[in-house]
């Protein structure tokens, strides 16, 4: 975790690129204040406005990275009188996938997500796998030990996005010819902003935003490497939406696993049963 936190003040430059970014989504003006006295001057949130990258670089695998969703909040912490810590950070947590790569007519690969799939969870953290359950633990997370004075102010930010490796050859077969056709995603997360008192585990929710990732790329095979792929609609992403109405955290987003060690990557061919192509990391 973050170490001691009496002005966590962002620089002046990473406010500079949030305010420069367009679509930006924005609670101010009137400040909310909870609990404990814990006040939240600003929350802003924002998919950035441009497409996504595809790279033909190599002959093995395409490669593409999308935007970047990015959040920020301003808190005030006022004087803690006792020996206790406070957390405030961000919680992430993954509500719906969709990642399919098709390759013609001989079948497609599958990133899946078992248990949220099969409905028995609502949503899987997406913590970075260290710092259970938040997100991270350097911009992402700021630890106020009391007893302090007077208040503590800072600024969290967090950002994300996908940068995956699709091999262009079917992942079961041990021929490298170009097979892939189509690559599909849609994912849907949820993101809270949280205070904890890690003395007592009282855990405040202080803003909830929803947000999605969409994407489809289609690939003609047959064609010369770096003329392959072209990205589909949607070409710009939604923008995130903060919410009034804060939301409830299923204890599934704040335990083991995360969604990066639950997931499994299937092979489902057109004929014949599914093939477990990579397990998943926890089990």
Known sequence: MPGFCWDCWPSLEIRAVLCAM??????????????????????????????????ESSSVVLRYRTPHFRASAQVV????????????????????????????????????????????????????GVNYPWYGNTTETCTIVGPTKRDSKFIISMNDNFYPSVTWAVPVSE??????????????????????NTSTDDMIILQT?????????????????????????PIAQDQPKILSKNEPIPPSALVKPNANDAQVLMWRPKYGPPLVVIPPKHR
């Not at 020996?83 to 950070?89: A, F, M, N, P, Q």
């Not at 021929?175 to 904890?196: E, G, M, P």
């Open 22 to 55: 367009g679509c930006i989504q924005s609670i101010g003006g009137k400040a909310r204040v909870f609990r404990e006295g814990i006040t939240v001057i600003d929350v802003k949130a924002s998919i950035d406005p441009v497409p996504t990258s595809i790279d």
């Open 77 to 128: 912490m006022p004087p803690i009188p006792k020996k206790e810590t406070w957390i405030v950070g961000w919680i992430q947590a993954c509500s719906h996938m969709e990642f399919y790569n098709q390759y013609g007519e001989q079948g497609m690969s599958s990133w899946e997500l078992p248990d949220l799939q099969e409905g028995k969870i609502e949503a899987i953290s997406d913590s970075d």
């Open 209 to 233: 935003l929803h947000w999605r990732m969409q994407l489809s790329i289609d690939v003609n095979p047959t064609r010369p490497l770096g003329q392959r792929a072209r990205l589909r609609e």
């Open 175 to 196: 021929s490298n010819v170009a097979k892939l056709t189509n690559i599909y995603r849609d994912q849907s997360f949820t993101t809270w902003l949280v205070a904890t």
